[in-house]
């Protein structure tokens, strides 16, 4: 009974600690992955349910496919893949402390043979002067060895960067510490979204489950503007922002211009710029008017079905407004003498100059609306990411170490009528081959 | 001369190259491979002298910004990431064969470039306006450029075995002779992954990065980013796999493969087939 217990227990212990489970793993997370690529996530879209059969749709659910990284199947894969690591670490790590600290001072005959590098040369003088020598020529060309005498031979044991066998760990290690930043994440950070009409502030944000959360302080949008590129494509969205405690503007953060890829950070939070909209429709349209004899110019207010009489007694009105791309805002003002037809014309907000051409005796220069405009911002806390980001120079380096630094060893035997050399790298073989082939030729040439 | 001129040079120096690669497979003449290789050189100066001069014909344009921005940009440096690691491996390893199996890689990009997209500069998005951007694409691209490089040479590996198995030592002294010996290939398919993994693993790093500083989220499964992460999967298997007995050689060549099919899904087949934040050039998100 005790030993069928016993071997359970070891089963499981070897099934976590296999490599193949660890591929297994890989090629599962691979696989599985593509499902969330492939179907919507989240909240589905109507058209999608509509065109999808409702067995399928039920199975799915269930499967949890539509939001299924974090669905408890593949959170599920994630632990055993985390049990895996820590299983395999366990298991190896005491290994490579050991292989680090007590590194094999001795070669046995057995495993003299084994090494593609070696090198030999005939020595008939004293192995005591021999070892000297060699203690010498070793620090001098590769590193300080370890002298031990067995069985009347004389073994050198010389190393380099031992401790970069660590580094494949500082890499499984990192893993681990991303995981725990993302749980530290989503267990004390929270997501948001906001929106601010200009000239309005708000205290407190829809979380993702649409429930208000307060900030704790307010946030005033002052302006959001939007510039554009000749070609009509959007160069910048930048919304001001102040930040008000107890309904006064904090030191330094006043007028702050936020845009996209430059958030703004108050206590914890962050506010990145995401969307922006109208918030209601324009009912008044500012233009100033010059007229050209006299350069006399002034403000005027027009509305959509109402004439504003003219400074020489016209009466104008808007008919329309326009914002295509490449040209910008426009508005299309009808001009009437007394009683008669209107005369239609364009004037163009990102053009100020060009209703001059037009010849007429008094000139329209579009200066703005009414309308106001609201930004849409990102509203996010984090305290977890300076984990990940900690997680993530971790495997960089780790990954460095692993891949680009190698254990060095050489072993010198010492022994009557013969010297012998032996060389092992853990990683990239070729280059090390070239480093003990240059030794080597200076060991042949040095006289003891 | 513009750098779109440059360009089609540059396409038509790949195609002269990989012919010639094909022809030196068919002789076997060792100057008809150095010519190969001078010729991919020779392409590769003109292609980096050419995106220099569009990266300066951005700034004169007034929308000054490095030429990475869009899908077009993006399969250029790919085409140059990878004639420049092939350039690495054959001054290094000195194995020519390999431009055979990796310039057509090259040649196939730029002419899909060149061809069929729209090569004109586009002005940047508020989206893309930021030195991110850089880091972002260029440790992505020379990592899928390894990839690619690994990939060729897993091809060759294959036919290898393959040509190995079937017929006996008559044949096999022919054109596969040619190729490095196997456990050359398996070993020089590792090293590519060596530096491709490093660099796809910083590439997804300076993303999330991006994406947090950009609107708060290092990480939020879309496609593009969660297929990234499959092709780090697939490598991570892979490198394992080479320490797992039983799985060093095809099974590792064919991972190899699958990896490299994988990034070109994640770098085309999301954009083409799935929707996401990254719609490369497709305007604002
Ligand atoms: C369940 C998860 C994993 C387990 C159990 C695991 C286990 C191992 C083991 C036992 C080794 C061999 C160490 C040695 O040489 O003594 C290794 C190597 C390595 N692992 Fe992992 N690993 C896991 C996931 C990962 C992941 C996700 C990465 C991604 C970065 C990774 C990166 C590496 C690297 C770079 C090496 C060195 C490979 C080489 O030298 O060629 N491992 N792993």
């Known amino acids: 009974m005790a030993t069928t217990e016993r071997s359970f227990i070891t089963n499981v212990w070897d099934f976590f600690c296999s490599l193949k489970l660890t591929l297994f793993l890989l090629i599962s997370l691979a696989l599985t992955s593509i499902i969330g690529t492939v179907l919507p996530q989240g909240a589905l879209p109507p058209e999608y349910v509509a065109q999808i059969s409702s067995t399928k749709l039920q199975i799915y659910t269930k499967l949890g496919f539509f939001d ?34 007590e590194p094999t001072l001795v070669l046995g005959e057995g495993q003299r043979n084994s090494f593609s590098l070696k090198q030999e040369m005939s020595y008939s003088g004293p192995i005591e002067k021999g070892k000297e020598r060699l203690l010498e020529f070793l620090v001098k060309e590769f590193s300080t060895p370890v002298i031990t005498e067995h069985n009347g031979e004389y073994h050198l044991f010389a190393q380099k960067t031992a401790w970069c066998r660590l580094g494949v760990y500082v890499v499984h290690l990192s893993i681990l510490v991303i995981f725990v930043g993302a749980i530290i994440g989503s267990l004390a950070g929270y997501k948001g979204y906001a929106t601010i009409v200009e000239g309005t502030s708000i205290n407190a944000f829809e979380g993702r489950d649409g429930q208000q959360m307060p900030l704790g302080y307010e946030v005033l949008c002052e302006k959001f503007n939007v510039e554009k590129y000749a070609n009509g494509s959007p160069k910048e969205f930048r919304s001001t922002l102040t930040v008000l405690e107890n309904g006064k503007p904090v030191p330094g953060y006043s007028q702050v211009k936020v845009i996209v890829n430059k958030p703004m950070t108050y206590k914890g939070i962050t506010f990145y710029q995401s969307s922006y909209g109208q918030a209601n429709d324009p009912s008044t349209f500012f233009f100033s008017v010059k007229q050209r004899a006299t350069g006399k110019t002034e403000q005027i207010a027009l509305r959509p079905k109402n004439l504003t009489s003219l400074p020489d007694g016209r009466t104008a009105t808007i008919v329309d407004l326009t914002d295509n791309p490449g040209e ?8 009437s003498e007394k009683g008669g037809e209107p005369k239609y014309f364009k004037v163009l907000k990102n053009y100020p100059t ?40 971790l495997m960089v380096v780790g990954i460095c170490i692993a ?30 081959q070239m480093q003990f082939e240059d030794i080597s030729e200076k060991f042949q040439e040095i006289k003891i | 001369m513009t750098s779109s001129m440059l360009f089609n040079i540059t396409t038509f120096t790949y195609l002269i190259s990989t012919i010639v690669f094909f022809a ?44 990475m921005s869009n899908l077009y940009e993006s399969i250029v440096f790919f085409s140059w990431t990878i004639v420049l ?63 690619a490089v690994a990939c060729g040479i897993s091809i060759m590996y294959l036919i290898k075995t393959v ?7 008559a044949s096999a002294g022919g054109l596969m002779s040619m190729f490095p010996p196997l456990k050359v290939l398996d070993d ?76 070109i899904f994640c770098y085309l087949g999301v954009n083409l087939f799935l929707s996401g934040l990254h719609s490369y050039g497709g305007g604002a998100r």
């Open chain 2, 85 to 147: 690691l092939f350039a690495y491996i054959d001054i290094r390893y000195k194995y020519r064969v390999i431009g055979a199996f990796v310039m057509p890689f090259a040649l196939l990009g730029m002419s899909w470039a060149q061809l069929g997209m729209n090569t004109g500069i586009e002005p940047l998005v508020p989206a893309l306006q930021s030195n991110w951007l850089l880091y972002h694409v260029i440790t992505c691209f020379l990592g899928y450029a390894a990839f």
């Open chain 1, 354 to 393: 060009m209703d001059d051409m037009r010849g007429d005796s008094l000139v329209f220069i579009f200066t703005g609306t009414d309308a106001k405009q609201y930004t849409g911002l990102q509203v996010a806390k984090d305290p977890g990411v300076w984990v990940v980001w900690l997680g993530c120079t």
């Open chain 2, 24 to 67: 030196f497979l068919a002789s076997k003449n060792k100057s008809v491979g150095l010519a190969g290789s001078l010729i991919a050189y020779s392409g590769l100066a003109i292609q980096t002298v050419a995106v220099a001069l569009r990266w300066k014909e951005s700034y004169d344009m007034g929308v000054g910004h490095a030429p």
């Open chain 1, 68 to 101: 299924m990284y974090h669905s408890w199947w593949f959170i599920a894969l994630l632990y055993v893949f985390s049990l895996n690591l820590v299983s395999c670490s366990i298991k190896r790590l005491p290994h490579v402390f050991k292989f680090i600290s």
């Open chain 2, 188 to 263: 020089l398919n590792y090293r590519s992954i060596m530096i491709g993994f490093p660099l796809l693993t910083l590439g997804i790093i300076t993303g999330a990065a991006w994406a947090n500083y950009a609107w708060g989220t290092y990480w939020s499964w879309d496609p593009k980013e969660t297929w990234s992460l499959i092709v780090w999967f697939v490598y991570a298997a892979f490198l394992h796999a080479r320490i797992t007995k039983g799985w060093v050689g095809k099974r590792a060549a064919w991972l190899s493969v699958i990896g490299f099919a994988a990034t």
């Open chain 2, 163 to 169: 040509a190995e198995g079937t017929d006996s030592s």
């Open chain 1, 403 to 432: 891949f680009f630094m190698s254990h060095k060893r050489i072993w010198v035997v010492v022994s009557k009528g013969h010297v012998r050399m032996y060389g092992n790298a853990s990683k990239n073989q070729a280059a090390f």
């Open chain 1, 328 to 335: 910008g805002m426009a508005a299309v003002i009808g001009v």
